[in-house]
């Protein structure tokens, strides 16, 4: 394997000897959540055209361990909600969100995901940050796969960092009370 | 067949104040008449010897918020496939009583247009099946396409009116 390109994951920082490594559970259990991140796609309109072009062979989001989608909910860790949501989808949006398991994380694709983009309208709804709280914030209309990307890594970055206990922390909880989750 | 044909019939079967506000436009007759003669008349166009206008391409409704008494309208595009031949007739209802009456016992595609009518205009098509909202979420309390109600939505606060010039 000397001359092979595939470049694995860098350890977290830790105690290294023979035959042993040892580090804190937070930060293996991020490298493990980081890097093998399913998405579910919720695409509606030409966002997911984009993302179909990411998750393809030219831009590949298989090489940040998530090329295993999971359209169904329960096994997903990311809601990926790409392009524009009427008022009529937003409960269906919401129930996708509330079926995923923690830890959950949302990207928001796109202007019309993020806030309505140019469909300042009665029926749709302006940013999907009403119904559900989101992570991170892809803008573009649509997005390069290139920002989708960096927009995945960032929640990589989250998955990597952020205390395994998070989810139990008071302010998320108030944070899912705000939006009448739980 | 002439455009002047059928008005011409439609004079004699329903008398000469039937039918005004002729006009012809791109070669389709276009012509108003009252909210009672639609059912009649469309039934007379469907069943006419010669014409046989049996294929409703469209049913809208539209709102003149200025024509007082007659705010409300909706918009007939039948269809001659044997002649083919277009016709688009027009209805006018005061906007506190939009009551028009349905054609789905002629037309089974007017389900769902005159549903959509409702939706929009809040037009009521008395004796139709299930006459609720098709397109907009069913909590939505008014029907967005008359001009009282703004385009945009009335939730976004992001949007200050001295950045778009207003």
């Known amino acids: 394997m000397s001359n092979s390109t595939v470049q694995v994951a860098e350890a977290p920082p830790g105690v290294e000897g023979a035959g042993f490594f040892a580090t804190s559970l937070d930060n293996l259990v991020g490298l493990a959540r980081a890097n093998s991140l399913w998405p579910l796609p919720f695409a509606t309109s030409c966002c997911g055209i984009e993302f179909m072009s990411t998750m393809a062979s030219h831009y590949d989001i298989g090489r940040f361990g998530a090329e295993r989608l999971s359209f169904s909910a329960r096994q997903a860790d990311v809601l990926m909600v790409m392009g524009t949501i009427s008022k009529k989808m937003a409960p269906v949006v919401k129930q996708v969100y509330l079926q995923m398991a923690e830890p959950r994380w949302v990207l928001s694709v796109g202007a019309c995901a993020c806030s309505g983009g140019i469909f300042d309208t009665y029926s749709v709804l302006q940013g999907i940050d009403r119904i559900i709280p989101v992570d991170v914030y892809v803008p573009g209309c649509p997005p390069r796969p290139e920002q989708i990307l960096d927009g995945f890594m960032q929640i990589q970055e989250l998955a990597k960092n952020e205390s395994t206990r998070r989810r139990n922390e008071p302010e998320y909880k108030a944070l899912l009370a705000s939006y009448g989750i739980e | ?166």
């Open chain 2, 1 to 166: 067949m002439e455009n002047q044909q059928i008005t011409d019939a439609l004079q004699a079967q329903f008398g000469a104040d039937a039918v005004y506000g002729v006009t012809e436009s791109h070669g389709i007759l276009q012509f108003t008449t009252g909210v009672d003669n639609i059912v009649p008349m469309l039934h007379f166009l469907y069943a006419h010897p010669e014409f046989k206008f049996q294929f409703l391409t469209d049913l809208a409704g539209i709102h003149f918020p200025d024509a007082k008494g007659q705010e409300l309208g909706v918009i007939y595009h039948v269809h001659s496939l044997e002649n083919n031949v277009r016709l688009m007739i027009k209805a006018y209802a005061p906007i506190d009583a939009p009551h028009f009456p349905t054609i789905t016992g002629l037309y089974a595609a007017a389900n769902w247009m005159e549903r959509e009518a409702f939706d929009f205009y809040g037009i009521l098509f008395d004796g139709h099946p299930n006459l609720t909202r098709i397109l907009n979420m069913d909590e939505m309390d008014y029907h967005p396409m008359r001009k009282e109600y703004p385009l945009e939505d009335a939730t976004r606060h992001d949007k200050i009116d001295e950045l778009f010039g207003r």
